[in-house]
């Protein structure tokens, strides 16, 4: 079973910033957190991932807990085209990749 | 660099054919993976390969074989195929942390 709870989906108006918020009160202390994305039926790309400090990189930043239970992407500035599921995962290095349902994000125009 | 490739694309079968969908990678990776995506859900794993030569169950093997006979490539058959498998198939590889993923290939069992 997958270790992330997500939100079925979420509204951010275009241009807002887009918070998604993960739930993973289980996690390992060798376990990463990474953040996927899946834009329409296409094969999911990567976005940003993060052991205990808080990262950014051109996409997103991922903001995490100090007690690791929990974590936030952030979409800086939401544009139609990250209109997508995101999937929070949490997994080792080189381990296993299981999905959740992740989180149907729509951007309003 | 085309990253990762999987053949066919599309593919239809009748029940209790059988068919290998194909997947290979050019980026060196270790860890290669076979998804299952069904329609209005999430990815399921089939089936996983931590390096060459090895292979290890997914959430989801029943009806499945897979081949890891290099590093580039990863394989799964379906030996008799039935209509619950009808499916988009996503196979990945990875190195480290961040994990690329083919394309798809849309199979449908009549």
């Known amino acids: 079973d997958a270790k992330t709870t997500q939100p079925p989906s979420m509204d951010c108006a275009e241009g807002r910033a887009a918070n998604l918020p993960c739930n993973h009160s289980?996690?390992?202390?060798?376990?990463?957190v990474y953040w996927y994305r899946q834009i329409h039926s296409q094969g999911p790309q990567y976005i940003i991932h993060g052991l205990k400090n808080n990262e950014t990189n051109e996409m997103a930043s991922l903001i995490i807990t100090e007690d690791r239970k929990s974590s936030t992407l952030i979409l800086p500035h939401a544009t139609l085209r990250d209109t997508a599921v995101y999937y929070c995962?949490?997994?080792?290095?080189?381990?296993?990749?299981?999905f959740g349902k992740g989180t149907r994000l729509h951007i309003l125009p | 660099n085309a990253g990762v490739t999987q053949t066919p694309k599309f593919q239809v079968l009748k029940t209790g054919q059988s068919m290998t969908l194909q997947c290979a990678q050019d980026?060196?990776?270790?860890?290669m993976y076979w998804y299952r995506q069904d329609p209005g859900m999430g990815l399921r794993l089939i089936y996983y390969?931590?390096?060459?030569?090895?292979?290890d169950k997914g959430e989801v093997p029943n009806g499945y074989n897979v081949s890891r006979l290099n590093k580039r490539e990863f394989s799964l058959r379906l030996e008799s195929a039935a209509p619950s498998q009808t499916s988009v198939y996503f196979c990945a590889s990875r190195w480290g942390t961040e994990a690329f993923f083919g394309q798809g290939t849309r199979l449908t069992v009549v």
């Open positions: 995962i949490v997994c080792p290095r080189d381990d296993k990749i299981i």
């Open positions: 390969s931590a390096s060459e030569g090895t292979t």
């Open positions: 289980t996690i390992s202390g060798n376990e990463y």
């Open positions: 980026m060196n990776h270790n860890s």
